[in-house]
């Protein structure tokens, strides 16, 4: 039982430390806590087990955990695969955590763009996130051009140090994020006066308006050094490794203590005692790291090999306990600027980014440093010295894949690690949306509404399920993986559409339909995910495309919420125009191609709204050679082997299109609406949302096409497009509903309630579709 | 940092507790170690927080974690439900634990057939498992006929207290299993000589001798009360819940200390932390338990509600630690029966199974419990009072699902709880094959083979994949579901097929179309397995069959094991012979009936094998009125509605079947094998096995067929039968390796190794396979 409480706490320390002392006189020092020194520890380790040992001899206890106390983490996170890595290494610590933290993400705008949707739809409670702009932070990187930049590219390595699986065949580095910012611009402060980056936005009602502040050193930092830029380097993570460095002035004054780590290391253990560990620090200590298990820094690897100063074996920086309060005290920012420059004369550039500076400033000043137990960065290179320290442990506790090979080292016991790994990987990130029950903290933005919401549904309600799946928030990982958008074009259009992992063989054949940009919501679990990565890595078609990107909703409930799915995949398309397609069809080889072609004859803009259509057919057969002309579409129709779409069972769902007419057209013709209409069409991307409200299946892209008619889209057929859906099993979903006696009540609840809201949004023009409504027909 | 290692250990609890003494006096006792103890427990509970003060009110330091030692933990466990059940606890301990663990699983005929087969495929490191028989630790039923048995329906309760997930809809209670037991029978033991069931084997090489020991009390049990079957109960774990009262007697006497779990509780910490409780035992104490979280012991819930007696709220038995050791001595068996008679003189019959005796012992003897923290047993019943316990606390211990509603339980914070369960529920098992390295122990049996196989493999190998598919040991959990096995018939059939998620829905047709017993393997991962329990619960009609049995085969690796799969599925079979289908298939309506009335008139024995060919087609409409009969599956073949199987693309597959015969056949008809036969048949259930060296696609079947005809089983075709492939996209494994250049070569290479095997074992005979392989041909 440890003391809780801070009284308390102080009160058994003192305690504690005076017994303790007392026993060791006793005892003569024979007694030592923890595992067996020389074992747990890698030799050479200074501290390892006995970490903060520094006045006298005596042998500290276990430092009480910090109850309820706010704990700070700051990461450096740049890019698609890098941020999957963050949320893998935050899913870890979220499970074991029990304190409210708060995350400090240094970002570039890809990162941000993905994590700040992440944290925002995971709605986990105690947790906060704010983001601070990494490009800010390494600007000036042309003010020094007498370095040589060793970082391969351009300038903008998408990846961090610490990226957990840089897919074999796949590029670690990409181009840069043309996505703008959201936020507006605010111009750059004077250099010298302020050289914060702007904390832009907390996710969580942490309404922070630091938005740039005073630098807090001694004596302003030269004009021509503003950050981290300037510094040549030839690690991998390129300069996004080198920001842990300005931490102390990037993050804000206020904030004493930070864990700093990297994205690829994974938590088995509660972060709160690593926390506990900044107890140990004696008043000169600031920074503590564990040493590094490897012979790098000893400089014997090979022949000339000239590694960076560090005291022995160095110490490893993929976790960091920093007292940015004393760092800035003892003004570090230009303590590591004047070792790094010295060094930087003899030495070409840093090896291993941040580390190899931390350590030449620990070298010259010893005293800076707590060396923490090995344990807290069990790092898992190729050549690790780690077994060492964990063969004697068995309470690991954090994991450091700090080989470029990540995952792929190969190690005795990588299998154990991996499976660590893997768990987390896998882990459903919605599970951790739990209380802190012993620390109590307001709910995550929104949470609340919801929880209301859900908590005033009738569990008893025969449309429970439907009620309960359209009012849950699904966490959402926008680019999901390694994306280029498309080039900024008037006339470009962003096919939509969305699947479950029981549609993921449709992909390859529509990518060969469809070279353009495509932007596709995914349905999947976090293991599914993973299983998705694999699927893309694997295949030589969809390995190749850039221009397709996968956003990721994460399943939870029982029904497939195809409208908020729509949504997604809407939101993040980034063409003037988009074809809201599903993932069953294919599009005529030609179409991407005509859709542009038309779009700049039409000449449409604000002032003709228009909804193109895209006649849709179907075939029954399950092998099938596609059309390549709309010729060859009518000798299929008339064969029999090609029908107009649902044909057989709902011909008023594609009627209107007029197939008769669109035979003989040579030019677009425009049709009218008429109930229960659902065609394929390509709008602007600012069109009307889909309704949520509609889950599982019917009625939800009908309701949409009332919302265009409603909004005065003209709804033009086009004469030579065509699209084909394609023969499939039944999905679980909808064979589990299609049997259930209560859904077409419940859908037909979700339609009264939605023309309810039509009336009141377009008043009597709305009309219409209430009358149409009332025509008898069997439900979509 | 806690001491590790036994004489460090004492010396360091020894210090402690002096020097905590010294602290004692010098504080006057108003340090408190531990969360605030009015929060923490629950009011009246005892000992909460300071568990095992008791000859002095000094305040105990927390006991050092028993490094590498043993721990035992003992579950009670009967049927198909109760044994998901536990996997999910044993997942949960086994997440945490850090410690080498031996299970003692005392179960009925079925769940052993489950978890003995789940355990030896686990291959966990560290972990064993005994198995003790519950059928004879309950015998004795009749011996005592003037008690009423408050049992509802047979003596064969299928669930033991503390059930995870009876399903809505799903009755708790199920028949006896017939499985006949495959140990020898030993005759029983006269009464009094020996009480201990025997040991019946230990899963890991614990080659305990122990089958039948003296019982070690003082005076031997009276023959007319041997176990506990004569104790009346209405307690929803029938009799099974009684039987944690025995265990000092059923388990090894050489076993001194055991953990005892019902199945519906969830860890949330390391198991040691709870093993390391018994450091507080005094010398007088037997038995920790939590204090009940409820007030159903106070006796005043509803008008003559009149509980057994109890100390205060009483205690709970979900969470037991027994000392064996001190209960034997001190005459536990003579104990707890004496109360137990006494009480039932004026009490009709336990309400809350073992949990009732144990209380009416404790209120007699309070000096043997030992209360522990509450934290160690969180209740979840219905008017709970557990929020007293956990609203302080940060870290629970254990979870207890003790209400008979388990999961579905109204509690403000239930959202909480089921995250922690779902957790676990879904979490890959596979994961949990994780060394200790702190505490080196041997292998689990055949773990050492397979990973020394596997580390001959060459990471190079262009067949790497598939070779180490093959070797890989699949966790396997047989009837996964509550299953009623067929009556024993001469002549019945099994459907014997394997399927993965994306073929659930063909479930429901094939149900319609066989109605005889079938025997599926599935192959899933643990959150695909929840998801496939919530498929079958939401569906009528696969509710409604009995004779269906589910075996799971947990997912591992990227190849589809097929063979496997279907050697798992015809294992499982029960029937005299099985027809040997595929999951894509939906045979004749009539075909159940037709084959065994073929089977009684071909009057086949082990005089004549034979395997009954069932002649195969296929529809390329995935819209199809399915033939009800020879005439009609001849008109729509005639119309070309219908294609003999695989026509198209691979005839020589099915052409040995000789189609046009079967046009006009009015009998059984002989055919002769040929190259890459591969018909689906009707064959003894001691049939030889398929080659698991084929994973993924191709020739899996051929192989089998070829290994019929070596073994000169006669191929009979039926003049009547007929099953029918329907059309589906291409499944995730297939497209992903008919693109793969290199999966043609492995096929090749596997097919030549089955070969040269065959010569090995047939000889001259297996000659004209080489021949035909020769042939030059396309793959299957």
Known sequence: MLPRGRPRALGAAALLLLLLLIGFFLFGGDVEYGRPRGAAAVDGDPSADRGGRNHSDCVPPRPPLPKCEL?????????????????????????????????????????????????????????????????????????????????????????????????????????????????????????????????????????????CQVHALSSPTPPQQPQVSWIPNKHYSGLYGLMKLVLPAALPPELARVIVLDTDVTFASDIAELWALFAHFSDEQVIGLVENQSDWYLGNLWRNHRPWPALGRGFNTGVILLRLDRLRQAGWGQMWKLTATRELLTLPATSLADQDIFNAVIKEHPGLVQPLPCVWNVQLSDHTLAERCYSEASDLKVIHWNSPKKLRVKNKHVEYFRNLYLTFLEYDGNLLRRELFGCPSPPPAGAEQVQRALAQLDEEDACFEFRQQRLTVHRVHVTFLPHEPPPPRPHDVTLVAQLSMDRLQMLEALCRHWPGPMSLALYLTDAEAQQFLRFVEASAVLSARQNVAYHVVYREGPLYPVNQLRNVALAQALTPYVFLSDIDFLPAYSLYDDLRASLEQLKLGSERRAALVVPAFETLHYRFSFPSSKAEVLALLDSGSLYTFRYHEWPRGHAPTDYARWREAQTPYRVQWAADYEPYVVVPRDCPRYDPRFVGFGWNKVAHIVELDAQEYELLVLPEAFTIHLPHGPSLDISRFRSSPTYRDCLQAVKDEFHQDLSRRYGAAALKYLTALRQPRSPA
């Open 71 to 211: 704990l700070h983490v700051a990461i450096v996170c740049a890019g698609h695969n890098s941020s999957r890595d963050l949320v893998t290494l935050v899913k870890s610590v979220l499970f074991y955590r029990k304190n409210p933290l708060h995350f400090h993400l240094v970002t570039d705008a890809m990162a941000r763009n993905i994590l700040e949707m992440l944290f925002h739809t995971w709605m986990v409670p105690a947790v906060r996130v704010s983001f601070y702009d990494a490009e800010e932070l390494k600007a000036g990187a042309l003010a020094l051009p007498h370095f040589f930049l060793a970082v391969p590219g351009p300038f903008f390595p998408p990846r961090a140090s610490g990226v957990g699986a840089c897919g074999r065949g796949q590029s670690c580095l990409g181009p840069p994020s043309p996505i703008t910012p959201t936020e507006p611009q605010i111009p750059h402060p004077p250099w010298g006066v302020c050289l914060l980056p702007r904390v832009t936005r907390s996710v969580f009602g942490h309404s922070s308006a630091l938005l």
